[in-house]
């Protein structure tokens, strides 16, 4: 059985034996050395200067704690809503009572950067780096060079793109970055990853946000103690540290350029089958994740891979569902061996339901757009 969903992904097995070690994350000092350790090492990867914090939680924890702690009731929030988590980030601000303005385009295309408007009033832009969903990367820089120009805090869902695409957190002006450990880190599900900058900090304290569990005034109190304000999933931790480890220990230039190639692999030999992919641009087409047209229902294809080949592939969410499918090449899968994997399934399974494709040709393809060893 192998996972090649957008996360969860599949998991190396170094990861899953470093979560082997019985922890007292609140007594052992030697953890919180680990932990402090391992929050450099993220830092280090998205250039960043401010602080990071590593909370018990699926990634939208972290979604959710960015938003808790900016945003008062009132206050004004632009969303950039161009896929499903642009809408629900919006939706996030709208539960906190701010008084929010979308800036929306189709699903498959890159945002329009010229739609954004006079961000002066504006307490926060929410953006989304990889809309996972629809297989989409966003203009970053195009976006990050308008907010810079206004007082807003830039809140950046980054979680389907660190590990697997490059962010410059200082350059581009990103006040909260938000990530996860299931995705491009090919860890454990179970953890938010938040990166907070000073400005957002400062911001953070004045608004005071009264919860406990996603209050980062509440953790600092604590980290500047030498604790954590609760017990920590330590094994996750250790799990996201080996993983953390494999990346660097490959090389981050190497990393990114093997999910370029992934990307380009998938996309050639889905073109070769006949098969539509979602987003329009290849430009615009993520690295970590690419979507595509379902030649029919895609429960009966998915359903068909799993059960009769042992692969996981995915659908996709909203309009999108049981009309597009998506194959992760995401992190530790992103990968020639992984990639081939998934191509092969897909082209069984067209054949099964009556599609003539040549899954010989389609895998000739996707291998000429990898360098050896990858």
Partial sequence: MVILSPGPTEIPREVLVSMLK??????????????????????????????IYIMSGEGMLGLEAAIANSIVKGDKV???????????????????????????????????TSKIPDLKGYKAVTFVYVETPAGLINPIEDVAKIVKESDALFIVDAVSAVGGVPIDCKSLGVDICLMASQKAFSSTPGLAIVALS????????????????MNFNVWDENLNNGMFPYTQSANDILALKTSIDLIYSEGLENVYKR????????????????I???????????????????????????????????????GSWGPLSNKVMRIGHMGNTA????????????????NNFGFKVDIESAVNLANKEFLPFT
């Fill in 22 to 51: 019985t922890v007292n994350p609140d007594l052992d000092r030697e953890f919180f050395i680990l932990y402090n350790n391992l929050t450099e090492s993220i830092k280090k990867m998205i250039n960043h200067d401010g602080s």
């Fill in 78 to 112: 632009l969303s950039i809503s161009n896929g499903i988590f642009g809408e629900s980030f919006a939706g996030l601000a709208r539960g906190y009572g701010a008084q929010v303005t979308t800036v929306n385009g189709p699903y498959d295309e890159p945002i329009d």
């Fill in 198 to 213: 000073n400005k957002a900090k400062s911001l953070i304290k004045k608004v005071n946000y009264s919860g406990y569990y």
């Fill in 259 to 274: 999910h370029n190639e992934s990307r380009n692999a998938t996309i050639s030999a889905l073109k070769s089958m006949g």
């Fill in 276 to 314: 539509v992919p979602f987003v329009k641009n290849i430009k615009y087409a993520a690295p970590t994740v690419t979507a595509f047209y379902s030649p029919l229902d895609s429960s009966l294809m998915l359903d068909f891979i799993w059960k009769k080949l042992g692969i996981m592939l995915a």
């Fill in 335 to 350: 990968r020639k061996a992984f990639v081939i994997q998934a191509i092969v399934a897909l082209g069984a399974a067209m």
